[in-house]
């Protein structure tokens, strides 16, 4: 049987372990500093703005989502942002990613967000068909930046002239 559920605290491995197969798969691996300490904190502890969904086939974990709340000044609305979408894979292609971004469509609905964004790696095709097979729209004329740790630390510490 397969079911979709909110994670809780006692997840924190079964999570870092996604997230570390994911990051494997996306040939990042050596960028995953995150520890279970981290995410107890930052997922169930400390005032948390992101959420976990597992998938479960007869209650093996088979992928999650992580997202989190944005907003769109446009929209005037919060909106959702889905950091990753994961499934094992040997058993993609059986719905579950899917199931997963209408759960997430669920709550979007639920409390009248504006939209729902996320990224993907632009050699990643199988996930770039997914999404166009559920009907999202590539936003060719955006561009993603990013500061990292140290940027913002610079950047904060700057002297002003």
């Known amino acids: 049987m397969f079911t979709i559920r909110a994670s809780s605290i006692k997840d924190a491995d079964l999570i870092l372990q996604l997230i570390r197969e994911l990051a494997t798969y996306e040939k990042l691996e050596d960028r995953v500093t ?8 930052t997922l169930f502890i400390n005032n948390p703005n992101a959420h976990v969904l597992i998938a479960e086939e007869d209650g093996e974990a088979v992928g999650f989502v992580l997202y989190h709340t944005s907003y769109s000044t446009f929209l005037c609305k ?3 942002h ?13 719905g579950y990613g899917e199931a997963l971004v209408k759960a997430i469509c669920d709550i979007a609905c639920e409390k009248n967000y504006g939209r729902i964004d996320w990224v993907v790696l632009d050699w990643n095709q199988p996930a770039i068909q997914f999404y166009k097979h ?3 729209e590539e936003l ?7 500061l990292n740790y140290d940027d913002i630390q610079r ?7």
């Open 78 to 80: 919060y909106c959702i």
């Open 140 to 146: 060719s004329e955006w561009k993603m930046f990013r």
């Open 134 to 136: 559920i009907g999202a």
């Open 34 to 41: 995150a520890t279970i300490d981290d995410v107890k904190n």
């Open 82 to 94: 889905i950091e990753d979408l994961y499934i094992r894979e040997t058993k993609r292609g059986k």
């Open 155 to 161: 950047l904060a510490h700057k002297t002003k002239h």
